[in-house]
T-cell receptor, first 113, second 113 residues
Framework: EDQVTQSPEALRLQEGESSSLNCSYT??????LFWYRQDPGKGPEFLFT???AGEEKEKERLKATLTKKESFLHITAPKPEDSATYLC??????????????FGKGTHLIIQP | NAGVTQTPKFRILKIGQSMTLQCTQD?????MYWYRQDPGMGLKLIYY???????DKGEVPNGYNVSRSTTEDFPLRLELAAPSQTSVYFC????????????FGSGTRLTVV
């Protein structure tokens, strides 16, 4: 069973059409939940870290929120340059691996002009 | 700052050949990681290091070896390449602690034929 599940796998929106991406997790103890953006042919780029339920963080058109079982990445009035794959990852309290992360499979977001 | 630099960007290997994927970071980060990314799958941790001279296995270490002789460099060695090692490999680094995310390199796309 996957520890980190992202949905939907792919999402196509019109420019300006707001929506949300979901990341559900099933770890026993959460140290942190991370959101990354990945453009084709590039490495993931760090966006946010969330640590506790109720926490929110914003950056331009993106806002990340966290509950005890899931996180949402809200995209408000997106632009074509927001098109990318968005990755969610968790870090467990009991995990070793020197802050190693467990990643979801990502949501491929396309914003059409 | 260059961040995390990976070479080569692309490589085709024949079954049974060996190669080393290079990774260098100039941020004086203690923690470094190697991940592989397969189509439709989340990033999987291969090996990690918490500092020079210290390395440990991640989730999928079989068929790989690493070394960490300096803070800056963390090469990944493939011995006896197999088709199952066809993937995109990402090196990443971070400072210790729960805050902040990884800095990723741009990746090496490896094909084993």
């Amino acid at each position: 069973e996957d520890q980190v599940t992202q949905s939907p796998e792919a999402l196509r929106l019109q420019e300006g059409e707001s929506s949300s991406l979901n990341c559900s997790y099933t770890v026993s103890g959460l140290r942190g939940l991370f959101w990354y953006r990945q453009d084709p042919g590039k490495g993931p780029e760090f966006l946010f870290t969330l640590y506790s339920a109720g926490e929110e963080k914003e950056k331009e058109r993106l806002k990340a929120t966290l509950t005890k079982k899931e996180s949402f990445l809200h995209i408000t009035a997106p632009k074509p340059e927001d098109s990318a794959t968005y990755l969610c990852a968790v870090q467990e309290t009991k995990g070793g691996g020197a802050d190693g992360l467990t990643f979801g499979k990502g949501t491929h977001l396309i914003i059409q002009p | 700052n260059a961040g995390v630099t990976q070479t080569p960007k692309f490589r085709i290997l024949k079954i049974g050949q060996s190669m080393t994927l290079q990774c260098t970071q100039d941020m004086n980060h203690n923690y470094m990681y190697w991940y592989r990314q397969d189509p439709g799958m989340g990033l999987k941790l291969i090996y990690y290091s918490v500092g020079a001279g210290i390395t440990d296995k991640g989730e999928v270490p079989n068929g790989y070896n690493v070394s960490r002789s300096t803070t800056e460099d963390f090469p990944l060695r493939l011995e006896l390449a197999a088709p199952s090692q066809t993937s995109v490999y990402f090196c990443a680094s971070k400072s210790p602690g729960t805050g902040g995310g990884y800095t990723f390199g741009s990746g090496t796309r490896l094909t084993v034929v």
